[in-house]
Structure formats: structure tokens, C-alpha cells
């Protein structure tokens, strides 16, 4: 009975992991796109700490949260990034997940893989996302994270609202560098 549940285990992990690998070919077939810049250098010490998501694109896996969406970032003892992700829910249920943070281009540290698989397998080098920081401030106060196929975009701060001309700003760049930001929707902040 265990050795079939391993099997089984082991079966979906393979297939997901010919699923990544498949996927990034045909990412990679794609050269329409000007491939995204990310910020020169980035602080990981300067950019621990909370943040507030301002603004999203939808995703599948964010999508029953609705509101007071934060992030925090941490380091462990391996050196890289812890990552508590919470929002409020429907009903005012409070969701975290908990996941790890790994740079790809050290010493740049701009270009990281996030896993939010369990502990015990997240060694494995699938089910990571990528997470680039494409805009940043001098005071690390606000900052534009995306990916480099342009599906996933966040703006964080570390307050709950942020100045119209930041956003501008923000958004202004996100467009420049070939994001659709028709869909970027704001996130409801009610947390000060």
C-alpha cells in the first residue's frame, strides 16, 4: 500500500517535472517578445521585511484573495528567502501560504525562483516561480515584480496606499516594457 502511494507520488512529481521542461521550450520558441530587463541590483537585507501588494494581474492562484494581500520576506539560515504570503478570504478568513525564495543571479539579486511546495520537496528544482524585480525606488519603499513571459505582475509597497503620481509612475514603466496592464487591478487595502 505504500510502496503504490510512492509510486503514485513519484508519477505526478515526473510528470509535472516533463510538464515544466516541455513548457519551457515552447516558452523559448516564443522570440517576438523583447526579453524583460530586471532592476541592476537589488539589497536582499534593504528588501526583507513586509510588504503591501497595491496592484495585481489575476492568477489562478491568488484568486479567492480579495483583499488585505501582504507579503513577508525573511531570511534563513540556508541564506535564502523566507516568504509568508496572506489575504483576506470571503467571509474575512485569513489565508497565508509559506513558501522559499532562491536567487537565480547572484550577486544581482534581482532574478529569484519561489517554491510553495512542502518543506520535504522543495529541494526539487520544479514547481518554482519566477519572481523579477523590475522596478524599485532608492528607499526600497516601492517595487514592480513580474516574470519574464509578462503573466504575473505585482506592485508592492510598504504602506497600504501609495501616491496617484507612484502608480502613474509604476504603471507607466510596467506598459513600457511590454506589459498589458488593462487587467492590473488594485488590491483593497483596509490594514494601516
Given at each position: 500500500?505504500?510502496?503504490k ?6 508519477i505526478?512529481m515526473?510528470?509535472l517535472w516533463l510538464?515544466?521542461?516541455?513548457s519551457?521550450?515552447?516558452l523559448?520558441?516564443?522570440?517576438d ?5 530586471t532592476v541592476?541590483?537589488?539589497?536582499i537585507?534593504?528588501?526583507?521585511g513586509s510588504w503591501?501588494?497595491?496592484a ?14 501582504q507579503?513577508t520576506?525573511t ?5 535564502n528567502?523566507?516568504v ?23 550577486p544581482?539579486n534581482s ?5 510553495f511546495l512542502p ?26 515584480v ?14 497600504a496606499k501609495?501616491?496617484p ?6 504603471v507607466?514603466y ?5 506589459y498589458d496592464?488593462s ?10
Amino acid at each position: 500500500m505504500m510502496k503504490k502511494k510512492y509510486n503514485n507520488i513519484l508519477i505526478q512529481m515526473m510528470a509535472l517535472w516533463l510538464l515544466t521542461i516541455l513548457s519551457s521550450y515552447a516558452l523559448a520558441a516564443d522570440d517576438d517578445a523583447t526579453p524583460i530587463e530586471t532592476v541592476p541590483y537589488i539589497s536582499i537585507e534593504k528588501y526583507l521585511g513586509s510588504w503591501y501588494e497595491i496592484a495585481r494581474k489575476p492568477m489562478f492562484f491568488q484568486r479567492e484573495c480579495l483583499k488585505n494581500v501582504q507579503a513577508t520576506y525573511t531570511l534563513n539560515v540556508d541564506g535564502n528567502v523566507d516568504v509568508e504570503n496572506s489575504c483576506e478570504k470571503k467571509g474575512g478568513v485569513k489565508n497565508v501560504a509559506r513558501g522559499e525564495a532562491f536567487v537565480m543571479n547572484a550577486p544581482r539579486n534581482s532574478q529569484l525562483k519561489v517554491s510553495f511546495l512542502p518543506d520535504a520537496i522543495r529541494w526539487l528544482p520544479i514547481g518554482r516561480g519566477d519572481y523579477w524585480i523590475l522596478k524599485i525606488d532608492d528607499q526600497y519603499q516601492t517595487a514592480l515584480v513580474g516574470d519574464p513571459e509578462r503573466k504575473y505582475l505585482w506592485l508592492l509597497s510598504r504602506t497600504a496606499k501609495i501616491k496617484p503620481d507612484v502608480w502613474n509612475d509604476y504603471v507607466k514603466y510596467a506598459k513600457k516594457i511590454g506589459y498589458d496592464v488593462s487587467d492590473f487591478n488594485l488590491t483593497p487595502q483596509t490594514e494601516q
